[in-house]
């Protein structure tokens, strides 16, 4: 069994960065595919981005491209999401995920399990 704790969340202003974490324990880490979801009040979960177990290929959905990088450290159990230009839009629980293969990263049925989310909120 695999537990995600994320961290790094917060309150920040249009403009402002954050950098969030998630830690990985119980698994093999280095195998998983890692993936970044966020979920605003009232709307459906959304893929942000996913990094693939090797760290070669990062996606990301349109809306933060250019914004957002996905990175992770095998070594250390732990994948980051570092948000630059935060806009109000951006406001979520900001979930971290791990799953198997990459077929269909964007998709939620693809990870196995879950972290319990961070609160982001970006104030105009």
């Known amino acids: 069994q695999v537990q995600l704790v994320e961290s790094g969340g917060g309150m920040v202003q249009a403009g402002g960065s954050l950098r969030l974490s998630c830690a990985a324990s119980g698994g093999t880490f280095s195998s998983y595919l890692m993936g970044w979801f966020r979920q605003a009040p009232g709307k459906e979960r959304e893929f942000v981005g996913a990094?693939?177990?090797?760290?070669?290929?990062?996606y990301y959905v349109d809306s933060v491209k250019g914004r957002f990088t996905i990175s992770r450290d095998n070594a250390k159990s732990t994948v980051y999401l570092r948000m630059n230009s935060l806009k109000p839009e951006d406001t979520a629980v900001y979930y971290c995920?791990?799953?198997?293969?990459?077929?269909?990263?964007?998709?939620?049925?693809?990870?196995?399990?879950w972290g319990q989310g961070t609160q982001v909120t970006v104030s105009s």
């Open positions: 995920a791990a799953g198997y293969g990459s077929s269909r990263y964007w998709g939620s049925s693809q990870y196995d399990y």
């Open positions: 990094v693939t177990w090797s760290g070669d290929n990062i």
